[in-house]
């Protein structure tokens, strides 16, 4: 094909596809637009998960009738005048792409009232065309509505996720900005029904129990403002740290309840996130989070936020100063404001309570193995385990091993007819409870549940809630009994018999969470990957210390899986040495 300048309509197109990815960005960008146009209170309409409508309006400043037309055009924006206004950036928008990439692929109708003006204007545009624009009686404000988008774009639409997954970034994202934003009022609705809306009295404390429900709010820590600035350093930017944290002991399976603003803009920045979590460093439990919701304000000058078309990332001029900023503000005030308490039960190798380990070994007692569903029958300590009956189905994998010890509070020692074993106690028992759990379904027989003597009520955010709703059933599969309890709360009636002790919570969300991002055990199911989820979180913990008995008991039932090598996510269970590796590395040989 030769050489040829694309038509506007489809260089918008292209352009659009940048901005508007899915139906969370067009909400993202209506927003933005509100908020940067002063509004009180903004309310967000969706339908069928944002796919068929959403509306925004918004009570804010509203445009001029004779700029209404203008402001769907590309590069249009009231916001920057020059370059150098980019510098000293003070609102959300700039780029003046948005309104022109969501016209260029659904259709839009904005109804629009300035401040200074008696009449409202009315304009439709549909696929980037202007089908209507008219005079109207309508309310300070602007309300934006978008229908059927991506109907130009087939390829966009087969890509777009189910409505619960959409649902689910819109109201992250709304209860994201309703926390930035607490003198705004947010309301989310779906379908006619209010999911979300905080009260906009602007208290953060407040907005944070909007979203996170009261209980969790209660062990939310505001950050301490009164830092002692690095005085010597006048060349450093003026940075400042603020928002709450979770106590260490609230904390959740994955890094997303981590949220970080700049300048009042929501950012992805995997560098502060990390920021957060080592300001935790050695206070939480290894793969577990806290939640944050930080506020970082620094001089515009600063950061450049021209670096994204979604305006998601940001570059700093200092990026380690900002970065030590928000550990040390975060360090500062989970260390101050909550007493430290060590991770129950766990050993580190080299620290003092190292020496305690033997003491401690000794008091485990019998009733823990049976706790964690081992069978201690005919077994005294140091005595080899008894020779396991050979059926034809079960053909071993494993050697019989015996027992040497425990290392780290982690690792089982052992010894097999080739040489040395080393197995990982948390991974090892998962294996043997995914195991179990699948054998009981394949013979069909439902999986063990257990119901609570009291249902319990589960605070959830607004996205958790859609999770929920799209997975009853899975759920049931494996034994949680819930329902959807009002807008913000699940009851959780019934709990997997496996982890019946856990805390209800706890359960519930970790389940939720693996079904959002957890990995899939390859090839498997829905129901399947609970299942993992269900064994990883009764499994024997790392950190804990093992009788003699009970590592037996693990090895054993160990040896009688089919895959005993790997965990149900393929990881190593064991680590094996030869007895000739060893020989080598002794110079025997
Ligand atoms: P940008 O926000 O980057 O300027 P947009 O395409 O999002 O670009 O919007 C274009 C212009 O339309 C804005 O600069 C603003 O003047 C106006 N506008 C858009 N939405 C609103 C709104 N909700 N209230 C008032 N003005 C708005
Ligand atoms: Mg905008």
Redesign the pocket.
């Known amino acids: 094909m030769p050489i040829r300048i694309l038509p506007d309509t489809i260089a918008s197109q292209i352009a659009a596809g940048e901005v508007v990815e899915r139906p969370a960005s067009v909400v993202k ?1 209506l927003v ?3 908020l ?2 002063g509004a009180a209170n903004i309310v967000i309409s969706i339908e069928s998960g944002g796919k068929r409508l959403i509306r925004v309006a ?1 009570d ?4 001029p009738s004779s700029e209404v037309g203008l ?1 769907f055009h590309r590069h ?4 920057i005048a020059s370059i150098e206004d980019l510098s000293r950036i003070q609102t959300l ?8 990439s969501i016209a260029a692929v659904s259709h839009v109708m904005m109804v ?1 009232r300035y401040e200074d003006e008696q009449a409202g204007t009315r304009i439709r545009i549909e696929g980037g065309r202007q089908v209507g624009l008219d005079s109207i009686g309508a309310p300070q404000g ?1 309300i ?1 509505t978008v229908e059927h988008l991506f109907f130009n774009v087939p390829a966009r639409l087969k890509f777009l996720k189910t409505e619960s997954t959409e649902r689910r970034h819109i109201a992250a994202l709304i209860t994201r900005h309703a926390m930035a934003y607490p003198a705004v009022r947010f309301t989310l609705e779906h379908e006619g029904q209010v999911v979300f809306r905080s009260s906009g009295n602007g208290s953060l404390r407040d907005a944070l129990t909007d979203v996170y429900g009261a209980e969790s709010a209660e062990f939310l820590l505001p950050i301490l403002e009164d830092l002692p600035s690095d005085e010597s350093r006048d060349d450093l930017p003026p940075i400042s740290v603020s928002g709450y944290v979770s106590m260490p002991s609230l904390h959740r399976a994955g890094r997303d309840q981590m949220t970080i603003f700049i300048n009042g803009r929501w950012v992805q920045d995997s560098q502060l996130t990390y920021a957060v979590t080592q300001a935790y460093h050695t206070l939480l439990p290894s793969g577990r989070y806290p939640i944050a919701v930080i506020m970082v304000s620094l001089p515009p000058e600063d950061v450049d936020v021209n670096v994204h078309p979604t305006k998601a990332e940001v570059r700093f001029r200092r990026a380690d100063a900002v970065f030590t900023a928000v550990q040390r503000a975060v360090r500062h005030t989970v260390i101050g404001q909550t007493p430290v308490a060590p991770l129950s039960e766990s050993v580190f190798w080299g620290s003092p309570d190292w020496e305690a380990r033997r003491e401690r070994l000794a008091r485990v007692s019998r009733d823990h193995a049976s706790q964690l569903g081992m069978d201690l029958s005919e077994m005294a300590p140091g005595q080899r385990p008894r020779q396991r009956p050979q059926s034809a189905e079960a053909a071993p994998t494993l050697p019989m091993l015996r027992v040497v010890g425990q290392v780290g509070a982690m690792y089982i020692v052992a010894e097999g007819p080739n040489g040395l074993y080393l197995i990982d106690q948390h991974a090892a028992h998962e294996r043997i409870l995914y195991e179990q759990f699948m054998a009981q379904q394949e013979q069909g027989h439902a999986l063990p549940s257990q119901e609570l003597l009291e249902a319990a009520v589960v605070e959830l955010l607004p996205e958790e809630i859609a999770l929920l709703e799209e997975n009853l059933a899975h759920l049931e599969a494996v034994g949680f009994i819930v329902e959807v309890f009002g807008r913000q709360a699940a009851l959780v009636r019934a709990l997997p018999a496996l982890v019946a002790e856990t805390d209800p919570a706890e359960a519930l969300r970790a389940a939720l969470n693996e079904i959002s991002v957890g990995e899939k055990p390859s090839g498997a199911t829905a129901e399947e990957q609970l299942i993992a989820r269900v064994c990883k979180q009764a499994a024997i913990k790392a950190g804990q210390i093992l009788s003699f008995e009970e590592m037996q008991a693990l090895t054993r039932q160990l040896e009688s899986c089919g895959s005993p090598r790997t965990c149900p996510h393929g990881r190593p269970t064991m680590l094996t040495i030869t007895a000739e590796q060893l020989a080598r590395q002794f110079g025997r040989v």
């Open positions: 960008e933005e637009n509100a940067d146009a918004d804010g400043a509203g445009i402001a249009a924006t009231s916001k928008g700039f780029r003046g792409e948005a309104l022109a629009t602007t934006v």
